[in-house]
């Protein structure tokens, strides 16, 4: 499948290790929750868009997992920069 100009990917499960490396440069020095990437979609903008299928754990308070979108942008030039955190209801 084709991806159109401007659109998201189709998810990914192999998250590659640069796409690794823009989600732990989005995040910074956030403390209390861990989001782990299981899948990748991207989107080509004057930089790229990220959206990252994760799972959350708390840091502080041990509680349940949950899963969550992840949204990061990566300009051309600079860092990554944390967008949206959605967390996805069951």
Do not use: H
């Not at 100009?5 to 499960?13: D, L, P, R």
């Amino acid at each position: 499948m084709t991806q159109i100009a401007g659109g998201w990917s189709e998810f990914n499960y192999d998250v590659s290790a640069e796409a690794e490396a823009v989600l732990k440069e989005a995040f910074g020095n956030l403390v209390g929750v861990k989001y782990t990437a299981n899948a990748v979609a991207t989107q080509v903008v004057a930089g790229t868009n990220y959206c990252f299928l994760c799972t959350g754990t708390g840091t502080q308070l041990p509680g349940p997992q949950f899963p969550a979108l992840v949204y990061v942008f990566k300009p051309l030039s600079g860092p990554a920069q944390l967008s949206e955190i959605k967390r996805i209801n069951p």
